[in-house]
Structures are given as C-alpha cells and as structure tokens.
C-alpha cells in the first residue's frame, strides 16, 4: 500500500503535458487555424465536431485555406499594421542590386546564388518578376545543390522585338539589344533547367505604344521566345504573372481605420488571364513546365493584399519578400529538384 501511495504521489506532483504537444494527425490542437511544419509535413489545427484536431495538409491546401481567411479578413492585424512604413523595402535584395539591371543599360553583370561550388546549373531569365523569385531560388538552389545564374532586366520580357517602355516614354530597344548580349552567356552555361518569367508590356507599331495589338504580339511572339530557350536546357519551367492590383497596396493598406475587403483586387481585373493562358500554351508546346502563381494569391473571386498575416505585395506588381518566402515551399514542390 505505501508503494502504491508513493506512485500515486509522484504522478500527482508531474507536471500535467498539454494535450497539443504531440502534433501529429488526428491529436488535439490548441487554436483553430494555427499551423505547424513538422518533418517536412505541414499540420493544421481544424475543427472536428466538438473537437480541435491537427489535419495533415498539403502545401496547396494551407494557401487555399490561407487565402479564404484573407478574403473575408476586413481589419488590418497589428502584425502588418506595425511594418507598413518599412513595406517598400520588403522586397527581394536582388531587385536592389546590380544584377537587376536598369532601363536604359545593356550590361549583363555576373549574379550567382543556391549552391555556389555546384556544377549543376539552374539558369533564371526575365525581368523584375525574375529578381523577385531569385530570394526563392536562392533557397531552393542551396538545398538541392545547384548554382543559381541570374539575367534579369527590369521591365524587359521574352519576347524579341521592341516593346513600349512606360519608364523610357519610347520602343525600349535597349530590352531587345540585352537580349542578344544575354542568350549567348546562357548557351555557355550549358545549364540543366532554365526558368523563365516576366510581364507583358505593351507593343509597338510605327514606333508607337499600340494597347490593342499587345495580346496579338504577345500570342505570336512569345512562343518564338520560349522555343529559342527551351533548345538551351534539358527542363524549361515558365513562372507565370503574379496578380496585377487595381490600386496600390500599401497606399490603401496606410488609410486610417482602412477597409481591407476594400483594398482587394478583383481577380478577373488582376489575374493577368489572357497573358498567362498564353504563356501556359507556350510552355507546353516546347515539353515545358508553366506554374500558376495566381493560385497562391487569389481566391476564385478576389485577390487579397494580407495573406497569413503577411502583407502580400510591396508595389501593384511584385510579390513581397516575405511572401515569396512563404510559397518558397510550393515553389519548390513544382521545380520537382528531388
């Protein structure tokens, strides 16, 4: 009987483990909606009745459900509200540095990332939306061993003839001139995989800016494109357009007492469909791999600007930082690396 009364007292004084700390599928959870990477595997915390239980997700499922919460989500959290003075500068390092080069410059400085003893070469081409994916790749590069070459010049897109430059106010010839200077330094690389991205930009007719002719110049221009890159690497991966915003997020984001449902973008305004759907068509005809990244930002009707409490955007065009590293994952799991 004292062994018994000392046992009963020993289990008495341990202390008590929170049901939640065994994250694993099917265990008691502690707040609807936290989620937990664990091995590799992403856990989140669901309702299940009366009950809060971990759920096993996949990538895809926490952005979708990430997404959701965001549409509905009308008040600025404090955690975004307290780095919208800094959210210009979250933005990709790449995008600050010589390796994005400038409107009216042709140079094409050596920029490298992921694993820099490598022999394994990943080739990333395009413009700013190339920059900003670098921080991305960069990462991916490093863990599966490959050195990460970027070409990146800001606003120039695939296509080879002459586009209208907003920033210039002209035929932005020094886009196509870069090219030819670029292609070369690419071929010698001889690398494994080339992925691509950009943003259209409107075409030129008769040495003017022509908004009506820019999809016909797109849907014949940029398989041509696609085609002379896709004979440089053995996998070709084409990143298509991010969500293009009505308005400015951080302006809208800054208002007082702001609306956050107001501040969305309608996705059928932002979703870039027509350019994308082109882009998608092209990537396939040459054996190639086109990844949806509107997807991981908009919901069937709405493109929110906070997603998981991040503030999505740091311009109209571009992906934060810290967005790019939460899809970092996905990203990833579409490259397919091993």
């Known amino acids: 009987m004292r062994k018994i009364a000392i046992l009963l007292a020993l289990l008495l004084l341990a202390p008590l483990q929170p049901l939640h700390a065994a994250t694993r599928a099917g265990a008691p959870c502690p707040v609807i909606g936290k989620s937990v990477t664990k091995q590799k595997k992403i856990y989140i915390c669901t309702k299940s009745g009366s009950k809060k239980i971990w759920r096993l997700q996949t990538i895809d499922q926490l952005i979708a459900s990430d997404l959701l919460k965001a549409e509905k989500l009308t008040v600025l ?140 110049m797109w849907e014949k221009e940029f398989p041509i494109a696609i085609s002379r890159v896709a004979k440089m690497a053995a996998k070709v991966f084409v990143i298509g357009n991010n969500p293009s915003l009505t308005q400015d997020p951080v302006d809208c984001a800054s208002k007082p007492r702001v609306n956050l449902a107001l501040c969305s973008s309608g996705r059928t305004q932002a979703d870039n469909a027509k350019f994308n759907g082109i882009e998608a068509k092209a990537a396939k005809s040459v054996g190639g791999t086109y990844i949806d990244t509107v997807a991981w930002a908009c919901t069937a009707s709405l493109c929110p600007i906070v997603i998981a409490n991040t503030l999505a955007y740091f311009d109209q065009w571009h992906f934060s930082e810290s967005y790019v590293k939460r899809l970092t994952p996905a990203l990833e799991q579409r490259l397919k690396l091993g």
């Open 77 to 216: 959290p404090k955690a975004v509200q307290s780095t919208l003075v800094q959210a210009r500068k979250n933005k990709s390092p790449w995008l600050d540095q010589e390796c994005s080069v400038d409107f009216s410059s042709t140079d094409t400085p050596v920029c490298q990332g992921g694993d820099l003893s490598s022999k394994k070469v990943i080739v990333l081409y395009g413009d700013s939306h190339a920059s900003m994916w670098m921080s991305a790749i960069d990462v991916i590069g490093k863990k599966h061993g490959y050195k990460v070459h970027l070409f990146a010049k800001l606003a120039c897109p695939l296509v080879e003839v002459a586009v209208w430059s907003y920033q210039l106010n002209r035929p932005f010839t020094e886009c196509t001139q870069w090219q030819q200077k670029v292609y070369p330094l690419i071929q010698s690389l001889n690398p494994e995989i080339i992925i691509v991205t950009d943003q259209w930009k409107p075409a030129v007719v008769d040495g003017k800016k022509s908004d009506f002719d820019t999809p016909f």
